[in-house]
């Protein structure tokens, strides 16, 4: 069945460095990629999505790109802030059904001032 | 738009007590998810609707949890009894179906200590 795997946490970064987050999906066709972001005590709100391969998805200074030859989307930044710890999760929505979207297990993310 | 409304935001009970939390969709969605978050477990599915109707309830824990939508506007999630490793955040989602409407929204959640 279709799945998401993204890289286990936490992960640990100082102010101003690049930030990549793998996650790897298996899916039939060409679903639709998203990464949701949890700030702390909060819901999980959508932070970017790539709809077809080679789409770039971006938003906050975030970025990731819908790679369909390596089934990949990992998530990129080039200068992370300490406003950005929280935990991102990777996320599928099969394509052509109206389904549930499946999710990885999320990474935790900490940056240190 | 005021969002997945989700009440109440906080809840303690005792072990072997009824507990309810309710959803408020956003307005229009004709998906609502139900969900279970701990530290140990991560983010669990446990059912979902469509159109008000259960769809799939794979991930219901066992019987002492069930969930209804009476009308397109109002979700429960009731556990009865109540345990302690019930403790958890519960979140409240929804969207509306259609190609390129896929995003899902999701509450502020309930976090639920079972003591």
């Known amino acids: 069945g279709d799945s998401v795997t993204q890289m286990e946490g936490p992960v640990t970064l100082s102010e101003e460095a690049f930030l990549t987050i793998n996650c790897t999906y298996t899916?039939?066709?060409?679903?639709?990629l998203f990464w949701y972001v949890q700030y702390p005590g909060e819901g999980l709100q959508l932070l970017l999505k790539a709809t077809k391969a080679d789409d770039k998805g971006s938003n906050k200074g975030f970025e990731a790109t819908y790679r369909k030859e390596t089934t990949s989307f990992h998530l990129e930044k080039g200068s992370v802030q300490v406003s950005d710890s929280a935990v991102y999760f990777c996320a599928l929505s099969p394509m052509n059904r109206d389904d549930k979207i499946i999710f990885g297990k999320g990474t935790r993310l900490h940056i240190l001032p | 738009d005021a969002g997945v409304i989700q009440s109440p935001r906080h809840e303690v009970t005792e072990m072997g007590q009824e507990v309810t939390l309710r959803c408020k969709p956003i307005?229009?969605?004709?998906?609502l998810f139900w969900y279970r978050q701990t530290m140990m477990r991560g983010l669990e599915l446990l059912i979902y609707?469509?159109?008000?109707?259960?769809?799939?309830d794979s991930g219901m824990p066992e019987d002492r949890f069930s969930a209804k939508m009476p009308n397109a506007s109002f979700s429960t999630l009731k556990i009865q009894p109540s345990e302690p490793r019930d403790s958890a955040v519960y979140f409240c989602a929804s969207r509306r179906s259609g190609q390129g409407l896929d995003e899902q929204f999701f509450g502020p959640g309930t976090r639920l200590t079972v003591l």
């Open positions: 307005s229009g969605h004709d998906y």
């Open positions: 899916a039939t066709g060409y679903p639709s």
């Open positions: 609707f469509n159109n008000n109707v259960p769809i799939d």
